[in-house]
Every structure is written in C-alpha cells, then in structure tokens.
C-alpha cells in the first residue's frame, strides 16, 4: 500500500530524517515507536505532503513525492494530526459536513459517511448536534478521528490519538482503531503509549534520531529487551 524509501527531510540545517525506510501493506496497522523528536512526526508529514523530503514515497505503487497534501488525500490517504483540529464554532455533523464538503464529494455521499462515522462512533451521535467547543477532551478526538474517516481513505494516519485522554478513553481509542481496521482501512499509528499501540499493530518500526533502528512483528517488539527498557517502561 505505502513504500517509502532513503527519505530524508531538513528543516533548514536540522536533518530530522535519515534515510528512512518503511512499508506499510494492505490492512497492516504499522506502529512508529520512538522518543520525543526521534521524527515521527515528521514522517507523517513528509508522507501527506506538509514538508518537503528526498527519497521515494510511493502510494500503491503510484510516486507521491512531491504531490501537494490535497492531492495525497484524493489519492487515498488521510492524516489526523496531533491536536485536535476541529472547528469549534460548528456542530459535530457540522464538522463533518465541512470535511466532505472540502473534499468536493457530492452531498449524497456525506450524508451516508456521516452515518457511517456515527456508527463508528456512539458517543458522537449523541452529540451530533453539540458544538466543537462544548466537546469534551474524548469526544474532541473521536471528532478529529471522525473527520480523518469522511474521506474515505484507503489508508489513515494518526498522530498520538490517545494523547492526554483518561485511561477509559485511550481503551476507546484503540478499541476504534482495531474497528476502523476490521472495516478494511490500512493503518500507520504515532503513539507514545507504544505498549498499546503493539498490541493493536501487526508490525512496528522503532525511530531514534531521524533513523530507523529496529523494525519486526509487532508481538516481537513487545518483548524485545531494548524496546522494552526504552519504550515500554522497563516492565
Ligand atoms: P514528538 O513526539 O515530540 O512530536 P516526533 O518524534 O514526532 O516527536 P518530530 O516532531 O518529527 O519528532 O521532530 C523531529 C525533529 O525535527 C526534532 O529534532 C524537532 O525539534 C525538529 N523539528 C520538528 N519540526 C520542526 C520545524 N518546524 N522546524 C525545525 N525543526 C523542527
């Protein structure tokens, strides 16, 4: 599904990738484990176009390097960054509409997205009707989540969706995302807390400094001796 390969990105005379290589099959869900700064972030966004890298990005074979971040999402692939980007002054349904709406599908099929995204997400539709600023911290992620899935993507991308939630909702995060992948979407996570996200995964990769330092199973990276020290807590 996704190939990337020898990427570099600079952000001026900062090098924040080094020759990374990352594959991501059809209806894998791929971890990328690593420290604050180790350039997780930075792969997503090199990925959806935000930043500008070197290297090889390809999307089902088809070169994606380059391409503006408008024409990755039509091609498949969605991001849902850090933060929860919502509109607050708009509904829930609103916020999904608008999602659509900027992807220029026809208004048959947002109707039926949003029906499909409130099925993905019960808590949501009890507020379907609620404003962004009156959601709470869970709920605002759900939303973000919710958005990200409005354009149908092959392929979804998530940056730390569990960060600062309760511990009841980082489980409904990642009950979602096991859901959103049983439903046939390929999946590349971002997480910190790296011990559920390889539960969750088939495979991770570890980042240290821009690099790829480790890659396998995600089963084998919970138990690897060094994942574990660094990543997981030492447990
Ligand atoms: P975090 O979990 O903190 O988001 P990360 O693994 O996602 O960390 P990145 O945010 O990708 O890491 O950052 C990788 C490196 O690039 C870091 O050294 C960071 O300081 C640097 N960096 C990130 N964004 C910029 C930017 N806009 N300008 C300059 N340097 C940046």
């Known amino acids: 599904m996704l190939r990337v390969s020898h990427l570099d990105v600079f952000y001026g005379p900062v090098q924040a990738l080094r020759g990374v290589d990352l594959q991501v099959g059809r209806g894998e869900v791929v971890t990328l484990v690593g420290a604050n700064g180790a350039g997780k972030s930075t792969l997503l966004r090199a990925i959806s176009g935000l930043v500008p890298a070197k290297g090889t990005i390809e999307l089902e074979g088809k070169s994606i390097l380059g391409w503006s971040p408008e024409s990755v999402v039509q091609a498949g692939l969605a991001h849902v960054p850090e933060g929860r980007r919502i509109f607050p002054g708009l509904t829930v349904v609103e916020n999904l509409e608008v999602a659509g709406y900027s992807l220029g599908y026809p208004d048959r099929q947002i109707k039926d997205d949003i029906e499909m995204v409130l099925g993905i997400f019960p808590n949501l539709r009890s507020r379907a009707k609620s404003y962004g600023w009156s959601l709470s911290g869970g709920e605002q992620q759900m939303l973000s989540l919710g958005r990200g899935l409005m354009a149908r993507p092959k392929m979804l991308m998530l940056d730390e969706p569990s960060l600062g939630l309760a511990p009841r909702l980082v489980e409904e ?55 574990v020290e660094a990543y997981l807590g030492g447990h």
């Open 173 to 227: 995060v990642f009950r979602i995302i096991a859901e959103i992948s049983k439903l046939g979407t390929t999946i590349l996570l971002v997480e910190q807390n790296a011990s559920m996200a390889l539960t969750v995964a088939n495979r991770g990769y570890v980042l240290e400094t821009g690099q790829v330092v480790r890659t396998g199973p995600a089963e084998e990276l919970l138990h690897d001796e060094a994942v």
